[in-house]
């Protein structure tokens, strides 16, 4: 794990040294693992391909709740991280609920 802090510079120049810390922040090697993993995230697009792998399986749910006796009642989302709304009475589906079975 590594932490960090974005700020105006209003408020970053008025915090002194050791008036902020993490438990996370400065560790050497988080910061070079850190530093590779965003690497990684620009070098290979993660954030674009995560764009449209989000549109893909949007597009992909909302023909299945398309269908008539579909349980799906909508989908939304950016990027992967994505919602289904499941069309499901107040306890009518017992204790686990209809979401377990899609």
Same mark, same amino acid.
């Given at each position: $794990?590594?932490?960090?802090?974005?700020?105006?510079? +209003?408020?970053? !120049? %008025?915090?002194?040294?050791? +008036?902020?810390?993490? %438990?996370?922040?400065?560790? $050497?090697?988080?910061?070079? #693992?850190?530093?590779?993993?965003?690497?990684?995230?620009? @070098? @290979?697009? !993660? /954030?674009?391909?995560?764009?449209?792998?989000? +549109?893909?399986?949007?597009?992909?749910? +909302?023909?299945?709740?398309?269908?008539?006796?579909?349980?799906?009642?909508? #989908?939304?989302?950016?990027?992967?991280?994505?919602?289904?709304?499941?069309? @499901? $009475?107040?306890? /009518?589906?017992? @204790?686990?609920?209809?979401?377990?079975?899609?």
């Amino acid at each position: $794990p590594v932490s960090a802090v974005l700020s105006s510079d +209003e408020v970053m !120049l %008025t915090i002194k040294p050791g +008036e902020h810390g993490s %438990t996370y922040g400065g560790n $050497p090697l988080a910061c070079k #693992v850190a530093m590779a993993a965003l690497r990684v995230i620009n @070098e @290979e697009h !993660l /954030s674009q391909n995560s764009l449209a792998r989000g +549109e893909q399986l949007r597009r992909g749910l +909302e023909q299945i709740a398309s269908v008539i006796s579909s349980p799906i009642q909508s #989908v939304r989302g950016r990027g992967l991280l994505n919602a289904i709304i499941i069309d @499901e $009475p107040s306890g /009518s589906y017992g @204790e686990l609920g209809r979401a377990w079975d899609i």
